[in-house]
Every structure is written in structure tokens, then in C-alpha cells.
């Protein structure tokens, strides 16, 4: 069992050191979580609970703020809740002091009051027992005027005073704020994407075509048979030749012809049909001397293709010449032993023998 003994102190020793930072997380973090949790009051949440059954007060917004008083008392509470909406940011309260009975110069709060303070502060505090405590503290019994600094309830500081009659007269007043503590990391506000701004882009401007008017020839003068008894078919014919020449004279600006006021357009005559016997295609196939490119890329290109052709026949050339050279009697004794050789002396004995 010694060793059994052993295992469990140093277990003991090891474990020593990791109690003592867990109880030091513990001593610190309450606190830090007290002041940095944020649990997002909002201003409606404070109105709620000052219009609800138990308090019926009226709020109306004005400038920013939501301002709530009593219905059943005479400027008795009041609430400040700002802003009039969204987040909760502070809420400030004030209420008349009474005097007890048979004390003229001691204030206190009424229990009602302290509750109905406790309730709306408590929105943006969380913290019911610390808001409750620094109420009861403000409004203990006291004879003089009370001023408590800020202190930390919760989620807010709240801060309270108590203001003792002015001289003129009128009712000691209990004045309560409490403002909601940022949190420890604040959410960090979004930038807003910059949409690029699309450069328009111009549109074509039209340009207007001229339409070229085309004359019309009008003829000068429009001849005009007059059927009378007494004119000849020659006279006739010679008043329609001389009206017919002189609509012609005027209208000289286009090949139009006008005959008694009938214009007619000649139309253009089409060209000789090619000679049947096709020698014109190859000719017009051939480029004339000014159809032929003198790009210097083109002709570079050519002569570059020409001079690997010539290398490329030189190369083969002397390379047929010197197989054959080194091979010339294999080739002539295989020539004089195949069939062709034979035919060949044939024909030459058909050609050569007298």
C-alpha cells in the first residue's frame, strides 16, 4: 500500500496547481463578466413596463427621448428613456420625497416608489439586487441634500440625488439615472461595400444621311393638240415634232427622254456573252504583273521555300550518286542476270541485226 500512498500525493501535487488557477478564474471573472455582458436592453423594453397594468403611465416620444409620467399622480413620477427607440442607453426617474409623519425635516422614498424605480432601472441593469440596494441607499432616511457617484449595478452605472426643497417652496425630489455599459468587444460595425459606380458608356451619335435628290427632267413645254376644223394633219404632226424637240432641249441633266410627257429610264445593256471556246479562262486564270503581291514577308517566305528545295534535291542527288558509284558493279551484274536485261537485248538484236 506504500505505493498506493505515493500515487495519491503526487495525484494531490499535481492537481495543486491547476485548483489554484481555477479558483483564481474564479475570483476575477465575475467582475469582468458583470461589467461586459450584454444582454441588448432595448428602449421599448422600458416602456413596457411603465405602461403596463401596474404603473398606467403615458410615455410620448420628444426629441429622441421617450417621456413617460403618471396618470394618477400630479407630477409625482416621471421617466426619461432615451433613445425613444432601438438599443437602451440610459433611463433616468424622478420622483417627490415625503416627510414622515411628525419629522419636518427628514426625506425618505416610499416603498411603492423604490419598487416602480427598481422596475424600470432593473431593464437595462440586470441586476435586481444591486439596483434594489442602491435605491434603498438613496432613499434612507436623510435630512440633508444626498448626492451617491456612479457605481456599477449589473449591466449599468447608476447614479442618484436627492434635492431638498428650493426656497421658493415645493417638494424634495429623488433623481435616478442609470446608463447601460458598452460591452467588453463591441460587435464591430459592418462596412458598407462600395457598389462601383458603371461608367456609362456613349452611344453612337447618328449621322444623317443626305439623300441626294434626283432631278427629274421637266419638260418646258407640253404640246397641246387643239382638234379644229380647220387645221391640217401636217400642221398637227409638225406642233407635236416641235413640242417633242423642245422637251427635249430643256431636260438635258439626265439620259432620261421625254416623250409627251412620258419619262422612261434607258436600261444599261449587259455585257458580250465570253466566246465559247474557253481559251479567255485560263487567260484570266494567269495574275497580271500588277495582281502579283510584293509583300516582302510573302516573298521572303517564297525564297526561304526555294532554297530548301534546291538543298533538299542537291542532298538527295549526291547521295543517289555516290550509292551508285560504290555500288556500280553489284548493280551491272544484277542488270545482266535479271529478265529486263535480256528483253532489252532482244529488241536491241530487232532494232540493230542486218
Same mark, same amino acid.
Given at each position: 500500500?506504500?505505493?498506493?500512498?505515493?500515487?495519491?500525493?503526487?495525484?494531490?501535487?499535481?492537481?495543486? +496547481?491547476?485548483?489554484?488557477?481555477?479558483?483564481?478564474?474564479?475570483? !476575477?471573472?465575475?467582475?469582468?463578466?458583470?461589467?461586459?455582458?450584454?444582454?441588448?436592453?432595448?428602449?421599448?423594453?422600458?416602456?413596457?413596463?411603465?405602461?403596463?397594468?401596474?404603473?398606467?403611465?403615458?410615455?410620448?416620444?420628444?426629441?429622441?427621448?421617450?417621456?413617460? %409620467? &403618471?396618470? =394618477?399622480?400630479?407630477?409625482?413620477?416621471?421617466?426619461?428613456?432615451?433613445?425613444?427607440?432601438?438599443?437602451?442607453?440610459?433611463?433616468?426617474?424622478?420622483? #417627490?420625497?415625503?416627510?414622515?409623519?411628525?419629522?419636518?425635516?427628514?426625506?425618505?422614498?416610499?416603498?411603492?416608489?423604490?419598487?416602480? #424605480?427598481? &422596475?424600470?432601472?432593473?431593464?437595462?441593469?440586470?441586476?435586481?439586487?444591486?439596483?434594489?440596494?442602491?435605491?434603498?441607499? *438613496?432613499? @434612507?432616511?436623510?435630512?440633508?441634500?444626498?448626492?451617491?457617484?456612479?457605481?456599477?449595478?449589473?449591466?449599468?452605472?447608476?447614479?442618484?440625488? =436627492?434635492?431638498?426643497?428650493?426656497?421658493?417652496?415645493?417638494?424634495?425630489?429623488?433623481?435616478?439615472?442609470?446608463?447601460?455599459?458598452?460591452?467588453?468587444?463591441? %460587435?464591430?460595425?459592418?462596412?458598407? /461595400?462600395?457598389?462601383?459606380?458603371? /461608367?456609362?458608356?456613349?452611344?453612337? /451619335?447618328?449621322?444623317?444621311?443626305?439623300?441626294?435628290?434626283?432631278?427629274?427632267?421637266? +419638260?418646258?413645254?407640253?404640246?397641246?393638240?387643239?382638234?379644229?376644223?380647220?387645221?391640217?394633219?401636217?400642221?398637227?404632226?409638225?406642233? $407635236?415634232? !416641235?413640242? /417633242?424637240?423642245?422637251?427635249?432641249?430643256? @431636260?438635258?441633266?439626265?439620259?432620261?427622254?421625254?416623250?409627251?410627257?412620258?419619262?422612261?429610264? +434607258?436600261?444599261?445593256?449587259?455585257?458580250?456573252?465570253?466566246?465559247?471556246?474557253?481559251?479567255?479562262?485560263?487567260?484570266? $486564270?494567269?495574275? @497580271?504583273?500588277?495582281?502579283?503581291?510584293? &509583300?516582302?514577308?510573302?516573298?521572303?517566305?517564297?525564297?526561304?521555300?526555294?532554297?530548301?528545295?534546291? *538543298?533538299?534535291?542537291?542532298?538527295?542527288?549526291?547521295?543517289?550518286?555516290? %550509292?551508285?558509284? $560504290?555500288?556500280?558493279?553489284?548493280?551491272?551484274?544484277?542488270?545482266?542476270?535479271?529478265?529486263?536485261?535480256? =528483253?532489252?537485248?532482244?529488241?536491241?538484236? =530487232?532494232?540493230?541485226?542486218?
Amino acid at each position: 500500500m506504500p505505493c498506493a500512498d505515493a500515487d495519491t500525493v503526487q495525484s494531490m501535487r499535481a492537481k495543486g +496547481p491547476v485548483r489554484l488557477l481555477v479558483l483564481l478564474l474564479a475570483v !476575477s471573472l465575475p467582475p469582468v463578466l458583470t461589467v461586459s455582458a450584454h444582454h441588448g436592453p432595448q428602449a421599448k423594453d422600458v416602456v413596457a413596463v411603465a405602461t403596463n397594468q401596474t404603473y398606467n403611465m403615458a410615455c410620448q416620444p420628444a426629441s429622441g427621448q421617450q417621456v413617460c %409620467t &403618471d396618470q =394618477l399622480r400630479v407630477v409625482n413620477r416621471r421617466a426619461t428613456i432615451t433613445p425613444d427607440m432601438g438599443p437602451l442607453e440610459s433611463v433616468t426617474t424622478t420622483v #417627490n420625497a415625503v416627510i414622515p409623519l411628525g419629522n419636518s425635516v427628514v426625506y425618505t422614498m416610499q416603498p411603492s416608489d423604490q419598487t416602480w #424605480n427598481m &422596475d424600470l432601472h432593473w431593464v437595462g441593469c440586470a441586476d435586481a439586487d444591486a439596483v434594489g440596494a442602491f435605491i434603498a441607499d *438613496l432613499g @434612507s432616511p436623510s435630512s440633508l441634500a444626498k448626492t451617491l457617484d456612479p457605481t456599477v449595478a449589473g449591466e449599468c452605472a447608476i447614479s442618484g440625488l =436627492l434635492a431638498l426643497p428650493p426656497p421658493t417652496g415645493g417638494p424634495a425630489i429623488y433623481t435616478i439615472t442609470s446608463r447601460v455599459l458598452p460591452p467588453a468587444f463591441p %460587435t464591430p460595425t459592418p462596412t458598407p /461595400t462600395q457598389i462601383p459606380t458603371p /461608367t456609362p458608356t456613349p452611344k453612337p /451619335t447618328a449621322t444623317p444621311t443626305t439623300a441626294t435628290a434626283r432631278p427629274t427632267a421637266t +419638260p418646258g413645254a407640253t404640246a397641246t393638240r387643239t382638234a379644229t376644223g380647220s387645221a391640217t394633219e401636217s400642221e398637227s404632226a409638225s406642233a $407635236s415634232e !416641235s413640242a /417633242t424637240a423642245s422637251a427635249s432641249a430643256t @431636260s438635258g441633266e439626265t439620259p432620261e427622254q421625254s416623250v409627251l410627257g412620258i419619262t422612261f429610264t +434607258p436600261e444599261p445593256s449587259s455585257a458580250p456573252p465570253a466566246p465559247a471556246g474557253g481559251g479567255d479562262e485560263w487567260a484570266g $486564270s494567269v495574275p @497580271s504583273a500588277g495582281e502579283i503581291s510584293t &509583300d516582302a514577308t510573302k516573298l521572303a517566305g517564297s525564297g526561304l521555300a526555294a532554297l530548301l528545295l534546291l *538543298l533538299a534535291m542537291g542532298f538527295i542527288g549526291e547521295l543517289f550518286n555516290n %550509292t551508285f558509284e $560504290s555500288n556500280y558493279d553489284r548493280i551491272l551484274a544484277g542488270w545482266r542476270k535479271s529478265w529486263l536485261s535480256r =528483253l532489252a537485248k532482244a529488241f536491241s538484236g =530487232l532494232w540493230g541485226g542486218h
